[in-house]
């Protein structure tokens, strides 16, 4: 029986979050998170970061996002393990369709922190940089109107 790196699991949290939202997910999405986070959307949703607890940030995702197909793929994950907290930054392309067909399309890098809680590893920070939307902003109910 094989041990996971502390690197492997800081790499499957950032898959898990990713495959959550795909599969609708929204517990799962919960478990990777810590009780509270610092989230970081502004490129995207032009909000301020805020403190936000895990509950309040899955409700979120959930209610934008249930209703629409998505598929989120994540690679060129650079991880690095400092005791009990990490940061990993990891490329993210996000496919999104509504219900219409519609689609948007992002293309960002994800830079998380995460800390062992209770020797399981926890998202307590993401920060999402916007590298380009392709499609219809107007369909994801999680983009903030200017």
């Known amino acids: 029986m094989s041990t996971l790196s502390d690197h492997e699991k800081i790499c499957a949290l950032a898959n898990r979050f990713a495959n959550s939202f795909d599969l609708k997910d929204w517990n799962a999405l919960e478990e990777c998170l810590s ?9 995207l949703r032009g909000t301020p970061p805020e403190v936000i607890s ?13 209703a629409m197909a998505t598929h ?3 690679g060129n994950h650079e991880i690095l393990v400092d005791g ?16 219409s067909g519609e689609r948007l399309d992002t293309h960002c890098i994800y830079f998380f922190k995460a ?10 920070a993401i920060k999402q940089k916007l590298l380009l939307n392709d499609g219809d902003t107007s369909i994801h109910a999680g983009i903030v109107r200017k």
């Open 35 to 43: 009780d509270s986070l610092l989230a970081d959307y502004s490129d």
């Open 115 to 124: 800390a062992r809680d209770a020797g399981i590893w926890k998202i307590s």
């Open 54 to 66: 895990k509950q309040r940030f899955v409700e979120l995702r959930r209610t934008a996002l249930d």
């Open 84 to 99: 009990d907290t990490a940061s990993a930054i990891v490329s993210c392309a996000i496919f999104r369709r509504n219900t």
């Open 72 to 74: 989120h793929l994540m």
